[in-house]
């Protein structure tokens, strides 16, 4: 991948974590950030929570506030069974939580168990009917449920909700993908030109579009960020739909190995990092498809 011959400058060798070999100087390691880790102040908070659910004094709002605080800490850790765990007892305790009903939609997704995703993302909107974090990810889990008519319809609404939020248009360009791949990629192209402002996700509208070569790209996030955690962020949602596109391209290999980088920086929170396992749940799906395919191919030749 031409990418991975950029050079790196030296003022953000730290957070980039680029690196050269004496027996291979004409390339380097894909820019990368250190691994976001728990800090002191997750570990404290984590300890606190433990021992106050201990209390029997508590009532029950506040012990399902509790629950919550501690599945949203567990959840940035990546510590997501006990996560869905903590979630799970706060809505026995409130059932009347929106936002919880969403990140459990999500994980569902995450695990390809869609049945489960659909019913938990409606209880989400039927909850909160504004919640648009439960609308895009219903969309989402539609899609990767290939139900790609329902999933547009939602996306499309979500879309003209705000127009202007590129994240949104770049969800709605994956899915039209799947119902008029011209339609969709003229849409988006015409979206992008019509941008306004300098939010992050138009740059990835960019590279998608190949507006942008992805060497640029990614010497743009590099000297134009300043900490790790905005570099692990920045890298988790640009290697992710670097991803996409390789793989709607059927370049399989690149994109396996940039979904692994997209979730390398552990980010855990960003759905990019979540929906990058589906994403490769997907393409070794194919790829096993596709060798079962040869072999039927190969045994028809024999029998001939």
């Known amino acids: 991948m031409n990418w991975i011959q950029v050079a790196c400058m030296g003022a953000v060798l730290v957070l980039s974590g680029c690196a050269s070999?004496?027996?291979?100087?004409?390339?380097i390691y894909p820019p990368m950030a250190v691994p976001l880790q728990a800090s002191i102040q997750q570990e404290i908070q984590l300890s606190r929570l433990d021992q106050l659910l201990l209390r029997s004094d508590i009532d029950e709002i506040t012990r399902s506030k509790m629950f919550y605080e501690r599945g949203?800490?567990?959840?940035s850790l990546g510590l997501r069974d006990l996560a869905r765990v903590d979630f799970t007892q706060s809505l026995n305790l409130k059932p009347d939580q929106s936002n919880v009903f969403n990140i459990l939609g999500v994980y569902y997704t995450q695990n390809t168990d869609f049945d489960g995703a659909y019913e938990a993302l409606d209880s989400a909107l039927e909850l909160d009917p504004k919640n648009q974090f439960a609308e895009r990810n219903l969309a989402i889990a539609l899609y990767y449920g290939q139900r790609y008519d329902q999933a547009y319809e939602i996306a499309l609404k979500h879309y003209n909700d705000a127009p202007m939020d590129p994240y949104r248009a770049v969800w709605l360009y994956w899915i039209g993908l799947e119902i008029d791949p011209i339609k969709a990629t003229e849409q988006f192209r015409t979206q992008y030109l019509q941008r306004v402002g300098e939010d992050f996700g138009w740059e990835l509208a960019g590279v998608i579009l190949k507006e942008t070569p992805d060497d640029v790209f990614l010497k743009e996030i590099i000297s134009g960020t300043r900490?790790?955690?905005?570099l692990a962020e920045k890298l988790t949602e640009g290697y992710f739909y670097l991803a996409k596109r390789y793989q709607y391209e059927g370049d399989y290999s690149d994109a396996i190995a940039l979904y692994k980088l997209a979730m390398a920086g552990n980010v855990y929170e960003f759905v990019e990092h979540r929906y990058a396992f589906v994403e490769l749940g997907n393409i070794y799906k194919a790829l096993r498809e596709q060798q079962e395919q040869k072999i039927k191919e190969q045994a028809a030749l024999k029998s001939e």
């Open 21 to 27: 070999t004496e027996n291979s100087s004409s390339w």
């Open 72 to 75: 949203l800490i567990n959840d």
């Open 227 to 230: 900490t790790n955690l905005a």
